[in-house]
């Protein structure tokens, strides 16, 4: 067998005889001609006979190494004018349109970057991390599905931290499918109005349809014919959206779903609670320096975690410290013990009617004790009560999409160095979205 016959079957590539084959040094080039006479636009699907000029040089892509040596593929291509995205080089069937590497490298890139961290990405297959951010983008832009936004009846909206200096990103989870399915930059009202956005696009109102006015938007008001008409179609679909007590998201998902409930999930409330317990902890702890208590240190040592942690996953030193601080009662075991009393509320199994009566119950202790991080508390959860036992009530809450976001966090620190919200965006979705990413040997 010849070589070149031999590295046109090794090489596999699609729509292409191999011509030529030359062995550096470092690298192992192969020079191969398209098979196709028509001129395809890179862009879009029109094809045409006419050749514009020819490229003065090869094109080069970085292909799957063979063995320790790096595989270039190079070719001499055409350039063709389309009607729409004007002259450009032709596309090829075995690259995406705009790529320096084929696309069985670009899906072992996308892979890897998915699986493992940035140093071994970079090591493997030999290219700088910018490159890689480059990669995953083209390949996360050719495998979403577009569909991905159809039938969504339980989502969860939250936003998570991916670089310094509240640099967010929002994130839409799919309750039933358990996976990312739209993400984008920033946090807030703005975000999920995208969101919606591209859930419905919005369409050019013509004569005789009906305008949704402010008030109507803002209210959620169901029984307005203009109301009803400015629902989209999607948006309308969707029963429940969890979140936590953001009024950015609150406030869109009232106007551009006014008809889905809307879940504030109680681990933010019992956060909150943590919160709170914290501060009472802080103002005693501040009290007493200022008495100039010389044995506060040594009494209330590791407090704070033992305050703050679960009573049943205590160590046995922090058992005793336990046991010290429930002797000593005061403003601090007060509201320790008002912070166990939320999350026994939504820990055990209870009904959504015994969820009702012991929320109101601990809004009113709240509001008795005196204590202004809990009285704050106590109206914060007032506020949010329908949106609280309605999580309790339908069972949606973020607890899958803390778990993804808990996910997305060690995916941002595995990535840093990407420079833009689209490459970690992009990498979020090939990770924790519905892309069911291949290695070259396992595509047909």
Do not use: M
């Given at each position: 067998m010849r070589v070149n016959a031999a590295f046109c079957r090794l090489l596999d590539l699609?729509?292409?005889?191999?011509?030529?084959?030359?062995?550096?040094?470092?690298?192992?080039?192969?020079?191969?001609a398209l098979r196709r006479r028509r001129?395809?636009?890179?862009?879009?699907?029109?094809?045409?006979?006419?050749?514009?000029?020819?490229?003065?040089?090869?094109?080069?892509?970085?292909?799957?190494?063979?063995?320790?040596?790096?595989?270039?593929?190079?070719?001499?291509?055409?350039?063709v004018r389309c009607p729409v995205h004007g002259v450009h080089v032709e596309g090829v069937p075995f690259a995406r349109h705009g790529a320096r590497a084929t696309a069985d490298f670009e899906d072992l890139v996308a892979w890897l970057a998915a699986k493992t961290d940035r140093t071994a990405v970079c090591r493997l297959v030999r290219v700088d991390w910018e490159t890689v951010g480059r990669i995953i983008e083209r390949v996360c832009l050719e495998k979403l599905d577009p569909g991905r936004l159809d039938g969504l009846y339980e989502i969860g909206i939250d936003e998570v931290s991916w670089r310094k200096q509240h640099r967010y990103l929002t994130l839409v989870v799919d309750h039933q499918r358990g996976c990312v399915v739209w993400g984008t930059a920033g946090a807030g009202a703005a975000a999920a109005d995208r969101f919606f956005a591209e859930l419905?696009?919005?369409?050019?109102?013509?004569?005789?349809?009906?305008?949704?006015?402010?008030?109507?938007?803002?209210?959620?008001?169901?029984?307005?014919?203009?109301?009803?008409?400015?629902?989209?179609?999607?948006?309308?679909?969707?029963?429940a959206i969890s979140m936590d007590m953001n009024a950015g998201y609150a406030l869109s998902a009232r106007e551009h779903a006014p008809n889905a409930v809307r879940c504030v999930d109680p681990f933010?409330?019992?956060?909150?609670?943590?919160?709170?317990?914290?501060?009472?902890?802080?103002?005693?702890?501040?009290?007493?320096?200022?008495?100039?208590?010389?044995?506060?240190?040594?009494?209330?040592?590791?407090?704070?975690?033992?305050?703050?942690?679960?009573?049943?996953?205590?160590?046995?030193?922090?058992?005793?410290?336990?046991?010290?601080?429930?002797?000593?009662?005061?403003?601090?075991?007060?509201?320790?013990?008002?912070?166990?009393?939320?999350?026994?509320?939504?820990?055990?199994?209870?009904?959504?009617?015994?969820?009702?009566?012991?929320t109101d119950e601990f809004i009113a202790s709240a509001t008795q004790s005196g204590l202004q991080p809990f009285v704050r508390l106590a109206a914060t959860i007032q506020r949010h009560r329908d949106?609280?036992?309605?999580?309790?009530?339908?069972?949606?809450?973020?607890?899958?999409?803390?778990?993804?976001?808990?996910?997305?966090?060690?995916?941002?620190r595995r990535a840093y160095g990407f420079h833009t919200a689209r490459a970690a965006l992009a990498l979020v979705h090939l990770a924790c979205g519905p892309i069911d990413l291949t290695l070259p040997y396992e595509q047909a």
């Open positions: 699609e729509g292409v005889w191999v011509r030529g084959v030359a062995f550096d040094p470092d690298r192992v080039v192969v020079r191969v001129l395809i636009c890179g862009h879009c699907a029109f094809s045409t006979r006419r050749i514009e000029n020819t490229q003065a040089h090869e094109s080069v892509w970085r292909h799957l190494d063979l063995g320790v040596w790096r595989l270039e593929v190079r070719a001499t291509l055409r350039r419905d696009p919005p369409k050019p109102a013509g004569p005789g349809v009906p305008r949704l006015p402010e008030q109507l938007a803002i209210t959620g008001v169901r029984d307005e014919p203009a109301a009803l008409a400015a629902i989209g179609e999607r948006a309308g679909k969707v029963r933010h409330v019992v956060a909150l609670a943590t919160k709170a317990l914290d501060e009472v902890r802080r103002s005693y702890w501040n009290e007493l320096r200022a008495r100039d208590d010389q044995h506060a240190a040594k009494r209330f040592k590791d407090a704070r975690w033992v305050l703050l942690k679960n009573p049943e996953n205590l160590s046995e030193k922090q058992a005793h410290t336990h046991a010290r601080l429930r002797d000593a009662g005061g403003d601090v075991w007060h509201a320790y013990t008002l912070k166990e009393a939320l999350r026994s509320i939504f820990a055990a199994d209870l009904t959504i009617e015994d969820v009702e009566i012991l949106g609280i036992l309605a999580a309790v009530r339908l069972g949606v809450n973020n607890a899958r999409v803390e778990a993804l976001n808990n996910k997305v966090r060690l995916i941002t």
